[in-house]
Structure formats: C-alpha cells, structure tokens
C-alpha cells in the first residue's frame, strides 16, 4: 500500500493547490476536460475540485464503461438470456444499467434468465468449462483496458475448443471519442464546451501508450497530460495543463510514467489486433453513432463471436426521457442539471448509466456529496499528515 499513501498524502496536495493557485493567471479561466471516469471519482472522493481555484473547471468526459453503453447492446444480451436461454456473463455494474422496456440485466436475471456476475473474462471461460452443456456468452464491454483479456479469453477458447464460448463484443476505443468530442458542434461551432485541454486516461495509455494523443496536441492544438487516478496524480495533472495553457503549449506530458510508455505494450496490442477489427460504426450513449469507435471480433474467430453465431441485430433505444446522461457524457451538463438527479434516480434506483458505475459522474457526485454546495459538505478525504 506504499504507493496509495504516498499519492493521497493532505500536506503534499494543499502544496499543490497552492503552486496551482499561484499559477493560473488572473483574469483567465481554464476547462480541462477528465476524459476517464475513475479521474472523476477519485476527484469527487477526494475533494479535488474544492481543492482547484474557482477559476479552474473540470468537465467530466465519457470514459466511463458502464456509462457510455448504449439501452440496445444491453437488450441484445437480455435477448440473449432470456430467448436463446445462454449462461449470460458479465460484470457486476453491466447488470444494473438501466435497459429497454423497463428491464434492467439484473431484472431480466429475476424474470429467469441465467445471468452471473463474473470479475473477469477468465471467470467467464470458466463458467464455459464448467458447463460443457450449456452455451456461455461473455458480455464484453470496456476501453482499451479490457480488450486484452477478452482477445486472451477468445485466443484460448480456440486452443481449448470450447465451442460454448462466445463474446458479445462491446469494446470501444478512446482517442476516436475524444475526436468525437473535439468535433462536436458544442466544441467546434457554439463554444458551449470551452475545452483547453485533457487530463489523459492512465489505465488506458498503459496498453495503447501515450503516443496515440499526440494528434490532439499537434492537430487540435490541445494539451494532454496522461495522469494516474489518485488525488496528487490529478492536482499534478491540472498544475501541468495550466502551465502549458498560460505558456502557449500544446504537448502530450506523461504524468504517469510510472505505468505508461510513448508506446505502451506492444505484446497486448498485437494480441488485440489478431483477434479484433475496427467496427464501421457504433452506437455511444451520449456521443450517438461514432465512426470506427469499436471493435468487433474478426471474421476467423466467428464461432466465438456471439453477434454472429446468433445473428443479433442491433436496434437503438433512446434514453429515458428526462434522463441528461448524453449531455453530461458530453460535457455540456453537470449532474446537478438533470431533473431527476438525488431525487427520483439515485445509485439504489438508478434512472440512466451515469448513476450506475462507481465511475459515472452522477454516482460520483450523488456518492460524495459534490452537489451539495449550500450546504458547503466537503468530503476531503484527502489523508492529513
Ligand atoms: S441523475 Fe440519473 S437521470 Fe439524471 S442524468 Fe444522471 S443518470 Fe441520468
């Protein structure tokens, strides 16, 4: 636990606070977005922003698994379990995300449909071994991050011959939702979303490595620093953005060069790219159809793609109505503007994804208690000395 301590130490971040505060420059605000929802967590928990000069705003972005995962891909996993009676795994926020007609995975599970929460793509090629007789399908979903072991998992599904394995591939990628963002027309055209720089997903940059971000320094002229998801990780994050906005810089920096290379791991990306393809185009909550976004299972690994073997067609369903999870995924809202935020949807009757995952801005923010500014309720859980 060395490193958590060292990373969540009170003196070393009201330090920081200060060396930001004697940075920014008057007169000028500064947006940054935080692309990854475990960066919104960890400032929520934490108290980070109460930490942050009022004229530093952090927009949360939509890197958030559970969050971005669109009502329809959940009702073809429901179609599975309930109509083609699979052993339908997947992990423990998927089944609470809110789905068509009212059900939920979790609803669907009580309605009879074999649905187990699992941990792993391991513990779902398990539960293919297990039950020889059954078919078994993994829901797959996740950012860079977990696409390794769900190709792992297919790769060893073909060497075992476990013909009862399949994947329901749900598996996005981040640089082309963070152009998605940058070409958006609150970005580009209404200037709704100031937007001067990105704290970059550490998890993420890991596998792909840091030069993936390189374009939006060099073609959107938008600084990227690449931070760990502890509280001093972001302080530090932001203090490097403010530099590089007031010095007229725009780079990729690596605040987490204690995990992540320019080039990440190679050994996982090619295993990635043996199993997996870009999809044309795919359907994000909040972003709506962003092309080449996702991955899809490779034509030679057929037998274990679930899409395939079941012929799952894919069929939009638009959110709850009063539901803001697409502008907040955005960044053109704050929790605290939807309408049904800590009153009809809370982490316990969930009305849209961000307030499923731990991950999501409006569990987040609903969690710790940021949307209660009157009341002035810090939770700086930030360690003292
Ligand atoms: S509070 Fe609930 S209904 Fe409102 S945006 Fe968040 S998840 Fe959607």
Sequence with gaps: MKYVDEFRDGEVARGLASAIAREVQPGRRYHFMEFCG?????????GVTDLLPETVRMIHGPGCPVCVLPIGRIDLGIQLALEQKV?????????RVPAGGGLSLMKAKARGGDIRMVYSSADALE?????PGRQVVFLAIGFETTTPPTALAIKVARAEGLANFSVLCNHVLTPSAITHILESPEVRKYGTVPLDGFVGPSHVSTVIGSRPFEHFAREYRKPVVIAGFEPLDVMQAVRQLVRQVNEGRAEVEN????????DGNRKAQ???????????????????EVPY???QIRAAFAEHDAERRYGLTYKP??????????????GVKRPQDCKLFATVCTPENPMGSCMVSSEGA??????????????AKVHLAVQTA
């Design 38 to 46: 475990g960066h919104t967590h960890a400032m929520a928990r934490y």
């Design 87 to 95: 052993i339908l795994a997947t992990y423990a926020d998927t089944l």
């Design 127 to 131: 539960l293919a071994r297990k039950n």
């Design 255 to 262: 605040e987490f060069s204690r995990a992540v290379t320019r």
């Design 270 to 288: 090619a295993l990635v790219s043996e199993v997996f393809e870009l999809r044309r185009s795919f359907e994000w909550r909040g972003l709506g």
């Design 293 to 295: 976004s996702a991955l």
């Design 317 to 330: 369903v638009p959110d709850h109505k009063a539901c803001e999870c697409g502008a907040i995924l955005r």
């Design 362 to 375: 409006c569990a987040a923010h609903y969690s710790y208690g940021r949307f209660r500014d009157s009341e």
